[in-house]
């Protein structure tokens, strides 16, 4: 079994920054693409950042420039630092990663809880 445990969010001005992170643990061999999604009510899940093992990422036009999205390969860390953030940003944040448990299958998809993280104006 495999768990995505993410931490951080919570309540912030328009213009603060915060920060999120997700660790994977359980049965992990290998952890491939790591990332970020979020969901608004009443609005889809979308995706926001999205990083490669090889540190390769991938931003939603919306935050580019704003939200940073990094990566511990050893500790199977994600980190989402956001910053500049307004209050369209509201939702519940979802750590997402492709973990590989043994040698003898493919990666799966898990995902987190959910963090909340809402921006006043």
């Known amino acids: 079994q495999v768990q995505l445990v993410e931490s951080g969010g919570g309540l912030v001005q328009a213009g603060g920054s915060l920060d999120l992170s997700c660790v994977a643990s359980?049965?992990?061999?290998?952890?491939?693409?790591m990332g970020w999604y979020r969901q608004a009510p009443g609005q889809q899940r979308e995706l926001v950042a999205h990083i490669t093992r090889g540190q390769i990422t991938n931003y939603q036009d919306s935050v580019k420039g704003r939200f940073t999205i990094s990566r511990d390969n050893v500790q199977n860390i994600v980190y989402l630092r956001m910053s500049s953030l307004k209050p369209e940003d509201t939702a519940v944040y979802y750590c997402t990663a492709g973990v590989q448990e043994t040698d003898r299958e493919g990666y799966r998809t898990y995902w987190g809880q959910g963090t909340q993280v809402t921006v006043s104006s």
């Open positions: 359980g049965m992990v061999l290998r952890v491939y693409y």
